[in-house]
């Protein structure tokens, strides 16, 4: 089971599927009267969040049909940079997205049976297993209006793209990429163009360009 207190001091990219400890993948089985409160359910009446496993590259459309269902859907998301190096928003967890529903009373095993989905994780054979509130709700709160959680743009960079710029050994360069915690920088140095990724606090704006800003 995960931790919600160490899950906050991760990076999203860095943290894996919360899968519930001991769980397995089920099919569309709905529950029955005798396990109703046994079976990792949670309480009658009680929506909690559970895990729907995917078929590959089809976490979006599985999202659109439970949410066609009537149930609330989170896929998070986050940013990762391509072979060509273009940023891409993808699925932060590759075919896992989260459903909430009261596994008492829902007909949960629609869910299953959808398309795009392969079936929910289990602990017990009858009911899925919910996962802890408290790391669904942490996940939530830094998840921007687009889906990506701890999105760079809800923390702007300090060296807005374009900018030209001082680097180290006093070349001058123009800012191709700005994230909190990396700025790139295109400079030209013996005829030829290259680039250069620093920490913000070793590039400086240039004077001139400190004062085209202020006007």
């Not at 931790?3 to 519930?20: N, Q, S």
């Not at 009658?44 to 078929?55: E, I």
């Not at 509130?133 to 300090?158: E, H």
Request: a positive charge; one cysteine or more; proline letters at 9%.
């Amino acid at each position: 089971m995960l931790d919600a207190a160490a899950v906050t001091t991760y990076h999203a990219r860095d943290i894996k599927p919360p899968r519930p400890s001991g769980g397995s993948h089920v099919t569309g089985a709905q529950p029955t009267s005798h396990c109703l409160d046994s079976c990792g359910a949670g309480s009658r009446g009680v929506p909690r969040w559970y895990v729907a496993w995917t078929h590959p590259q089809r976490e979006r459309r599985a999202s659109a049909a439970i949410t066609a269902l009537g149930y609330q859907v989170y896929l998070p998301l986050h940013l990762t940079r391509t072979k060509c190096r273009h940023v891409a928003i993808v699925p932060l967890w590759p075919r896992y997205v989260l459903a909430r529903f009261d596994a008492a009373r829902d007909r949960w095993g629609d869910i299953a049976h959808l398309p795009d989905i392969g079936g929910l994780i289990r602990h017990g054979w009858h009911s899925p297993t919910p996962l802890p509130d408290a790391v669904v709700a942490d996940f939530i709160s830094r998840t921007s209006q687009r889906g990506v959680v701890d999105d760079p743009q809800d923390n702007p960079p300090a060296i807005p793209v374009g900018t030209e710029v001082t680097i180290p050994g006093g070349i001058r360069g123009i800012v191709e990429l700005s994230e909190p915690e990396r700025v790139a920088v295109l400079y030209t140095l013996f005829q030829r163009t290259l680039q250069a990724e620093l920490r913000p606090d070793q590039v400086e704006i240039a004077a001139w360009d400190k004062c085209r800003k202020v006007r």
